[in-house]
């Protein structure tokens, strides 16, 4: 089982252009989640799924980020313009949500440098 | 609103030694508490959760509701638990159980010297 899988691993871009992520979830997984991880701080949820549907996206800057689940598998994750304070690891979780609760299962993060 | 507090940034002990990684909570409601471990270079796993009261790596973890706190502590500490420990808050919903947004407090790394 590869995990969760992220790409790309690292991505520099100038400001003002786009920047998308990507993320496949742990086979099976309905739930799918974004978080934002800036130096030094623990992870913010960006935004949840429950399948194709978007349950939580109340911390999604929708000014400039998207984020689609298309299929409810994979997730892509975007910035349109990127702005310097993006600089950030952008970490994807699965989980299979069921009424006994759920394990998040983390990938292993995009990190985005804006210059 | 749920925050977590971890007020060591950084925690040094030698190999052998007992460590404590703190952490306090403030929710209005019940939670349930995490532990998260990131050794270097590998993604972000979980712990241990106090629901389940596990002892994983020889760490425990106790949730106080009095003091809102869930403290990491390991009697014997070795060289390979040297890491960045993040305590996590998530709501707990009816029936006990807990999904959805995981609330991280802002890490401690953990040197564990020889």
Request: hydrophobic share 35%.
């Amino acid at each position: 089982e590869a995990g969760v899988v992220q790409s790309p691993r690292y991505k520099i871009i100038e400001k003002k252009q786009p920047v998308a992520f990507w993320c496949n979830p742990i086979s099976g997984h309905n739930t799918l989640y974004w978080y934002l991880q800036n130096l030094g701080q623990g992870p913010e949820l960006l935004i949840r799924y429950e399948n194709e549907e978007a349950v939580d996206d109340s911390q999604l800057p929708k000014d400039r980020f998207s984020a689609e689940r298309l299929k409810g598998v994979d997730s892509t994750l975007k910035i349109q313009p990127a702005e310097l304070g993006d600089s950030a690891v952008y970490l994807c979780a699965s989980s299979y949500t069921s009424g006994a609760g759920d394990t998040q299962y983390f990938g292993p993060g995009t990190r985005l440098t804006v210059l | 609103a749920q925050r977590v507090t971890q007020p060591e940034k950084l925690l040094s002990v030698f190999k052998g030694a007992p460590v404590e990684l703190k952490c306090n909570y403030s929710y209005s409601g019940s939670p349930e508490l995490f532990w998260y471990v990131q050794y270097s270079r590998q993604r972000l796993q979980l712990l241990l959760r106090h629901i389940s009261r596990e002892s994983i790596k020889g760490f425990t973890a106790d949730l106080n509701k009095g003091e809102t706190s869930f403290h990491l502590k390991k009697p014997f500490a070795q060289e390979e638990d040297s890491a960045m420990y993040y305590c996590a808050l998530r709501a707990l919903g009816a029936g006990g159980t807990s999904y959805g947004k995981l609330t991280f407090g802002q890490g401690t790394i953990l040197t564990v010297h020889p």
